[in-house]
């Protein structure tokens, strides 16, 4: 099982370009999740999918969207990325059988 | 609402010493308590996780933490740290009833093990 996988890891983008970033999951989880990490800041939550189908926002989802596109794949866009932007992302899942929430390696985004 | 904090950002420590990384958190309702650990450019690991019963948790790498619930306190420990160690710790929280989309997590401390 590859677990939770996330592609690109690394990435540079210019202040309005888009991009999307891409998770997926072999390991049967019905929550997915999507967060950043700051340094000192710990990681927020930005967008989570409870189910395949649902999507709800996090602490701080502006500037972002998300799709479901299946049970095992959530993927994160940015629209026009700005500075701000610029974070590590990591993406998550969960099965709601199991207390325990598994990471993936997470894409390192830099926004000139 | 919920709040975690990790008053520690760094702690250095020497090889084969001991270590406690302090956790304290504030909610009106009742956790489930975890640790990670990120080791350099890799996402976060389970390390251990509080849920009920005992208070005293054992987690893999030889850490453990103890809740202690009128301290509101969740801090972990290792009695001899390895090279290996060195990472980042995260507790975190999330309600009982909230699922993992309430989850909060503290800021980090970084664990620098000295040879």
């Known amino acids: 099982n590859a677990g939770v996988t996330q592609t690109p890891k690394f990435q540079v983008l210019k202040t309005g370009q888009s991009m999307t970033l891409q998770c997926a999951q072999d390991m049967n989880h019905n929550s997915m999740y999507w967060y950043r990490q700051d340094p000192g800041m710990g990681l927020r939550l930005i967008y989570y999918?409870?189910?395949?189908?649902?999507?709800d926002k996090g602490e701080v989802p502006n500037g972002y969207n998300v799709s479901r596109l299946n049970k095992r794949e959530f993927s994160l866009r940015l629209e026009s990325a700005a500075p701000s932007q610029t974070s590590v992302y990591f993406c998550a899942g969960s099965r709601s059988d199991e207390e325990t929430q598994y990471f993936g390696p997470g894409t390192r985004l830099l926004v000139l | 609402a919920q709040s975690v904090t990790q008053l520690d950002s760094q702690v250095p420590v020497f090889e084969e010493a001991p270590v406690e990384l302090r956790c304290n958190y504030s909610?009106?309702?009742?956790?489930?308590l975890f640790w990670y650990v990120q080791y350099p450019n890799q996402g976060l690991q389970l390390l251990l996780k509080?849920?009920?019963?005992?208070?005293l948790v054992k987690g893999i790498n030889g850490f453990e933490a103890e809740f202690n619930k009128s301290q509101t306190s969740f801090h972990l420990r290792k009695p001899s740290v390895h090279i290996s160690d060195t990472a980042e710790y995260f507790c975190a929280v999330v309600p009982l009833s909230g699922g993992y989309q309430k989850v909060t997590f503290g800021t980090g401390t970084k664990l620098q093990v000295i040879p």
């Open positions: 999918s409870a189910s395949e189908g649902t999507t």
């Open positions: 909610s009106s309702v009742s956790v489930y």
């Open positions: 509080y849920l009920s019963g005992s208070t």
